[in-house]
């Protein structure tokens, strides 16, 4: 199982930045994707999730309103749209997967992390 994270990078503050997550080696029609972040010396933060057809997303308290999670499980895709980003976005961001619906089932596969660096 492979998930590739990709889109990451420099940014300045207000600007905007689109996360893909390509995913292999399992089925990604039956997956559950989330979004996580973490920044230098903090814990991994959630972002959200976006259910196996795309139909509901849920965002973490503090995500609200400036991040996008979509899916194309067409491309085997999921994506993080993120806009009017702020330093204190600086992280590296993870997708991750899991087949159960629960919210509080664990996430069972991890992509590697895109370094997403916002200047202010």
């Known amino acids: 199982v492979q998930l590739q994270a990709s889109g990451g990078g420099l940014v300045q503050a207000g600007g905007s930045l689109r996360l893909s997550c390509e995913v292999s080696?399992?089925?990604?029609?039956?997956?559950?994707m989330g979004w996580f972040r973490q920044a230098p010396g903090k814990e991994r933060e959630f972002i959200g999730t976006?259910?196996?057809?795309?139909?509901?997303?849920y965002y973490g308290d503090s995500m609200k309103g400036r991040f996008s999670i979509s899916r194309d499980n067409a491309k085997n895709t999921a994506y993080l749209q993120m806009s009017s980003l702020k330093p204190e976005d600086t992280a590296v961001y993870y997708c991750?997967?899991?087949?159960?619906?629960?919210?509080?089932?664990?996430?069972?596969?991890w992509g590697q992390g895109t370094l997403v660096t916002v200047s202010s």
């Open positions: 991750a997967a899991k087949n159960s619906l629960l919210h509080t089932a664990p996430f069972e596969d």
């Open positions: 080696g399992r089925t990604f029609s039956s997956s559950v």
């Open positions: 976006i259910s196996k057809t795309g139909g509901t997303i």
